[in-house]
């Protein structure tokens, strides 16, 4: 029964990573359309808040927004963490309680 529970907790883990991942491309995808306007950061954070469906989104560390240049070229360069907890002891004795969650992306700016 522990297993079975266990593999539910990874699952939600592998949830969890996937949505704070979508919500930092969604963050990038913003800034890199609304770069220069007032207030492009913040708002970038909350477009991927609005995203984060299945996790508290408010939980979302915004470690990094700005605007980067790889390459001679602009991007927008988005970092996000989360702290993922898990249910089961067996998946927090394993893998630490909390899970961090870090994401890094970036996309061109426009």
Known sequence: ????????DL????LSYTVVSNAAREASRYGAAHVGEANWTTSAAQAG????????????SWD????????????ITVSATYRFQS????????????????????????
Do not use: Q
């Open 49 to 60: 808040i609005r995203l984060a469906v299945g996790i508290d989104g408010s939980a979302i």
């Open 87 to 110: 249910l089961t002891p067996m998946v927090g004795a394993l893998l630490g309680n909390p899970i961090t969650i870090r994401v890094d992306t970036s996309a061109p700016a426009g």
């Open 64 to 75: 990094r927004i700005e605007a980067t240049t790889i390459d001679a070229l602009p991007y």
């Open 11 to 14: 699952a939600r883990a592998h």
């Open 1 to 8: 029964m522990l297993l079975v529970l266990g593999t539910f």
